[in-house]
């Protein structure tokens, strides 16, 4: 039996141009699937967000 990837789901993050100056900034997601469907946990500005796939 195989186990299905569950970390990705299809698309891409949207691109961050600029940090934040927080050196470990707190995270809102860890995994796609911490995310509502389609949104995906992607690098933001400040910490892991949910975001629309681009």
């Given amino acids: 039996r195989r ?3 569950r970390s990705k789901k299809p698309g891409s993050c949207p691109r961050v141009m600029i940090y934040c100056p927080a050196r470990h900034p707190p995270n809102k997601c860890t995994s ?3 995310c509502p469907k ?3 946990c992607c690098p933001g500005y400040c910490g892991k967000q ?3 796939p681009e």
Avoid: E, I, R, V
């Fill in 3 to 5: 186990l299905q990837n």
């Fill in 32 to 34: 796609d699937y911490d």
């Fill in 38 to 40: 389609p949104q995906k």
């Fill in 50 to 52: 949910c975001y629309q």
